[in-house]
């Protein structure tokens, strides 16, 4: 093969969410042959016609150009998926169980039907956030599957974790920052190196557990951060300090650096939460305390019903007072509202009787499901019509950018609580509005 060809790899994804969709289209961008395998009928139907069941930006566009030019296909069968694959990623869920440990079914699951499936030499790579010592788990289980069959197919297990964020997903993979191979076998290493050529990024090949405690590792990081400053900001609050001016101070050292430095309503998201308290498990279980991350998750639900006294503290009884909620996704530029910190405002004032309404660029029905006493309005103006308050629960360009004098004369009263440090308070001042964000002190 000349260098710079890539040899065209045939591909199965199994598990098509957030990731597996993101992992088939990327592939499928680099020239492989793609074929993304879920159990779910009514997803695999509309990617089938070319429809994203998710809101994540510029995926549909390139699922139906690959779709068009046959280097992508979508099944229900894994079998189908796993027989014709040279590697197949698994990138199943692997959300919390009430322990706090990772749910690792779904792993299990595809494992067992990748061993019942695979006829030649195969790769499977593991794309799912797991606990370390899973690649292990994984090989056993194909292996005692092979046994069954009585066949001798050789196979290796690679863990690869993801790291995309949601709304920048194929920015991400098309871009990533790096590309971690955790891999025993030089014979894989080497054709995940070929997999991933065109993609310019450092790779690091490394030891299966290894890779896996650097996914967890890296999650656990930037929660900390995030809650750090979180907690910095309440301090702000007291002491007449404005945390934004703080976080751009603190962002220019270059140790440091300027990302998720931004004080909020805390994280959410299909990630953080579940992937803190798998690692504070993980310590539990191998008798490590891990009191720092047990003190970041005290911490995150802590901000939110501190942001929720604020809100009692301005605005007296909520009893019958109308709230509009801007945001409900846990982060722009998504639908997911896994462990979205919009859901605990939510809870919070309905137990204080307020009346709500909100308004999401991406999200709509299945904040009615959840809480049917919610109206979810499509129009963001229409959303804050007789509102006595708006809370900004997530930083949509579109809620940004509204026109807030607008606002002020269709609302009711003049509350605004920014969860998101986003506003520009001097201009809602101005408008009339009283601002209140998260530790940021408008006198100084
Ligand atoms: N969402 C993110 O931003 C993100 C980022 C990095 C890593 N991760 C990790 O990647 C994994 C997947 O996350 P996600 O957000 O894409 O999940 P998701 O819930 O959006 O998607 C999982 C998909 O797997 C399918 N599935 C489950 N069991 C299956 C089976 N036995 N056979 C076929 N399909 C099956 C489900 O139907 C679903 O479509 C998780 O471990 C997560 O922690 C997620």
Same mark, same amino acid.
């Given at each position: 093969m000349k260098k710079g060809m890539v040899r065209k790899l045939k591909i199965a994804v199994i598990g098509i969410g957030y990731v597996g969709i993101t992992t088939a289209v990327s592939l499928g961008e680099l020239g492989h042959q793609v074929v993304g395998a879920d159990m779910d009928d009514t997803k695999i139907k509309q990617l089938k016609s070319g429809i994203l069941p998710i809101y994540e930006p510029h995926v549909e566009t390139v699922i139906r150009k690959l779709l068009r030019e046959e280097s992508l296909h979508f099944t229900t069968s894994i079998k189908e998926a796993v027989e014709r694959a040279e590697i197949v990623f698994i990138t199943v869920g692997t959300p919390p169980l009430a322990d706090g440990r990772p749910n690792m079914k779904h792993i299990g699951d595809v494992a067992t039907e990748i061993g019942r499936h695979i006829r030649e030499y195969s790769i499977i790579v593991n794309k799912s956030t797991v606990p370390v010592g899973t690649t292990d788990d994984v090989q056993s289980i194909i292996a005692d599957q092979l046994k069954l069959r009585e066949v001798n197919v050789p196979f290796d297990v690679v863990s690869n974790p993801e790291f995309l964020q949601e709304g920048r997903a194929l920015q991400n993979a098309r871009k990533p920052d790096r590309i971690i191979i955790g891999c025993s076998s030089p014979a894989a290493a080497e054709i995940m190196l070929q997999l991933y050529e065109k993609v310019d990024a450092p790779k690091q090949i490394t030891s299966p557990r290894n890779a896996e405690m650097i996914k967890y590792a890296s999650n656990a990081f930037l929660a900390t951060k995030i809650t750090l400053m979180n907690e910095i900001a309440r301090l702000c609050d007291r002491l007449a300090v404005d945390v934004s001016e703080v976080a751009k101070g603190l962002g220019m050292d270059k140790r440091i650096g300027p990302h998720f430095l931004q004080a909020g309503i805390g994280y959410g998201g299909s990630c953080f939460p579940k992937d803190i308290s798998a690692l504070v498990m993980m310590g539990r279980e191998a008798q490590i305390e891990m009191s720092i991350l047990e003190g970041v998750q005290e911490v995150n639900q802590l901000q939110t019903d501190?942001?929720?006294?604020?809100?009692?503290?301005?605005?007296?009884?909520?009893? /019958?007072?109308?709230?509009?909620?801007? /945001?409900?996704?846990?982060?722009?530029?998504?639908?997911?509202?896994?462990?979205?910190? $919009?859901?605990?405002?939510?809870? /919070?004032?309905?137990?204080?009787?307020?009346?709500? $309404?909100?308004?999401?660029?991406?999200?709509?029905k299945k904040i009615t499901e959840m809480f049917p006493s919610v109206t979810v309005i499509e129009d963001a103006y229409q959303a804050a019509k007789e509102a006595d308050a708006v809370v900004i629960c997530t930083e949509w360009d579109e809620i940004i950018n509204l026109d807030w004098r607008k606002i002020k004369g269709l609302m009711k009263g003049n509350f605004i609580f920014d969860g998101r440090n986003v506003l520009d308070w001097r201009m809602l001042q101005q408008e009339g509005l009283r601002y209140w964000g998260v530790g940021r002190n408008m006198n100084t």
């Open positions: 501190w942001f929720l006294d604020k809100v009692k503290q301005q605005m007296g009884d909520l009893y /019958g007072k109308r709230i509009t909620l801007f /945001g409900f996704a846990f982060k722009p530029d998504t639908d997911d509202i896994r462990e979205a910190p $919009s859901l605990k405002i939510i809870v /919070g004032l309905l137990n204080e009787g307020a009346i709500i $309404s909100g308004f999401d660029p991406a999200v709509n």
